[in-house]
């Protein structure tokens, strides 16, 4: 993904999902026959509504199973957290949209914005979908290069739907979020590169022989803890 809206969103509805499935909350008797090829037969279809069939019989749509899962998490854990409000908000409104109004998820989702853009393409150049230039566009909307990227370009332009200010994503390369382990991870590089032996997701292991075990390190709460058990240790905490 390119924009941030669309990660956002996908990594959002996977985690309320994992935490249903966590909580037991996900009674959904839905087996598809042949999963495999049907994530290809979805990522082909942009109106949701592909027939996938259902190992015990009969077929479903993609649509269906979507709002299944939104039913599941909307019931359980709306009102919870500010986070999990707006990931159950906007993963209701981008399925009425894409139901009712596709087009208006052209700011946002990355098929959506492609889509639009290879449709003007099209228009003003009178190409067919197979002409060479529609892939050549579709390699470079995910190109990094803010001066190649299509889609850089387009979040220069603000024609792309932005969550975050420039100032923010700014600070956020140099200032991790308090609340997770990269906070740790941050301070120890930040003052004590020179003493750092290894570092990774688990944990710090430093020259001297010591360690910060980060394993268990999953919520703000274990943050907290954890800096306040290390401090004396390791004063940069």
């Known amino acids: 993904n390119m924009s941030p ?3 956002a969103l996908k990594v959002g509805t996977t985690r309320l999902i994992l935490i249903l499935i966590g909580e037991d909350k996900l009674q959904l008797p839905l087996v598809l026959e042949n999963p495999v090829d049907d994530v290809k037969a979805i990522s082909q279809d942009h109106t949701g509504t592909v027939a996938l069939k259902r190992a015990d019989g009969g077929t479903i749509m993609p649509f269906e199973i979507q709002e ?3 039913e599941a998490a909307d019931k359980n854990l709306s009102g919870q957290c500010k986070e999990w409000d707006w990931i159950i908000r906007e993963w209701a409104r981008t399925l009425d949209e894409l139901k009712h109004h596709p087009e208006k998820l052209a700011d946002r989702i ?3 914005i492609k889509k639009d853009i290879f449709n ?3 228009e003003s150049e009178g190409v067919g979908w197979n002409d060479p230039w529609i892939k050549s566009l579709d390699l470079e909307y995910h190109n990094l290069d803010p001066e190649r990227g299509l889609y850089r370009g387009l979040e220069q332009n603000g024609d792309v739907y932005s969550m975050f200010p ?3 994503v700014l600070r956020a390369i140099k200032q991790p979020p308090e609340d997770t382990r990269a906070l ?3 301070l120890a590089v930040k003052h004590s590169a020179g003493k750092i032996k290894n570092i990774h997701w688990t944990g ?3 020259t001297d022989g010591s360690f910060i075990d980060l394993s268990q390190t999953v919520s703000s709460a274990d943050v907290e803890h954890l800096i306040n058990s290390k401090k004396e240790q390791f004063p940069w905490l």
């Open 184 to 186: 740790v991870r941050g």
């Open 120 to 122: 003007r393409f099209i």
């Open 5 to 7: 809206y669309a990660t």
């Open 166 to 168: 420039e100032d923010e």
């Open 110 to 112: 990355d098929w959506a």
């Open 204 to 206: 710090i292991e430093f």
């Open 68 to 70: 299944s899962y939104l």
